[in-house]
């Protein structure tokens, strides 16, 4: 069963931060929160992943709140070739050999 | 560099024919991975591989069978088509180790049995 609990769809405007929240509040203490995304239904793309500390690369920032139960995604600046269907996920299991679980996602859409 | 390649891309089977779906990656990784889509729902996961030689069940591994041939080759099995098994097939591979454990997905083979 699924982790993660996202909205269907959200709509943000392009240049503005796109923030996608998800709920994951059966969580455990070693289980890590990823984020994946999927456009025009190609192969999943990595964007972050994060267990306990704030994270940030060149995609994106993932915020994790101090209790876990809850984490949200930011884009700083949208285009439109972030359009895309956005998984929140939950690792299960070790370094060498886990799981992700996955739900349903959100659509994000990025309007000019 | 390819990255993960799936071979084939669609598959039209009738119901009962047997195929096997191709994967191979070309970034020493350990682990791979075979996962299945359904229309508006997220990854699901059928069979995976922690290192070669090794091979274990998902969530959904019923009706399928897999086949770590070697590092770089992960098979997937249908032994008798179901309609059921219409679906999208990701192939998807990874590094062990704390710091690197991001999945690297093929672009799907998009199976429909009729």
């Known amino acids: 069963d699924a982790k993660t609990t996202q909205p269907t769809s959200m709509d943000c405007a392009e240049g503005r931060a796109a923030n996608l929240p998800c709920n994951h509040s059966t969580i455990s203490g070693n289980e890590y929160v990823y984020w994946y995304r999927q456009i025009h239904s190609q192969g999943p793309q990595y964007i972050i992943h994060g267990l306990k500390n704030n994270e940030t690369n060149e995609m994106a920032s993932l915020i994790i709140t101090e209790d876990r139960k809850s984490s949200t995604l930011i884009l700083p600046h949208a285009t439109l070739r972030d359009t895309a269907v956005y998984y929140c996920i939950v690792r299960v299991g070790g370094d060498s050999n886990y799981q992700l679980i996955w739900g349903a996602g959100t659509k994000l859409i990025i309007k000019p | 560099n390819a990255g993960v390649t799936q071979t084939p891309k669609f598959q039209v089977l009738k119901t009962g024919q047997s195929m096997t779906l191709q994967c191979a990656q070309d970034?020493?990784?350990?682990?791979m991975y075979w996962y299945r889509q359904d229309p508006g729902m997220g990854l699901r996961l059928i069979y995976y591989s922690a290192s070669e030689g090794t091979t274990d069940k998902g969530e959904v591994p019923n009706g399928y069978n897999v086949s770590r041939l070697n590092k770089r080759e992960f098979s997937l099995r249908l032994e008798s088509a179901a309609p059921s098994q219409t679906s999208v097939y990701f192939c998807?591979?990874?590094?062990?180790?704390?710091?690197?454990?991001?999945?690297?997905f093929g672009q799907g083979t998009r199976l429909t049995v009729v």
């Open positions: 998807a591979s990874s590094t062990k180790g704390r710091r690197n454990t991001e999945a690297f």
């Open positions: 970034m020493n990784h350990n682990s």
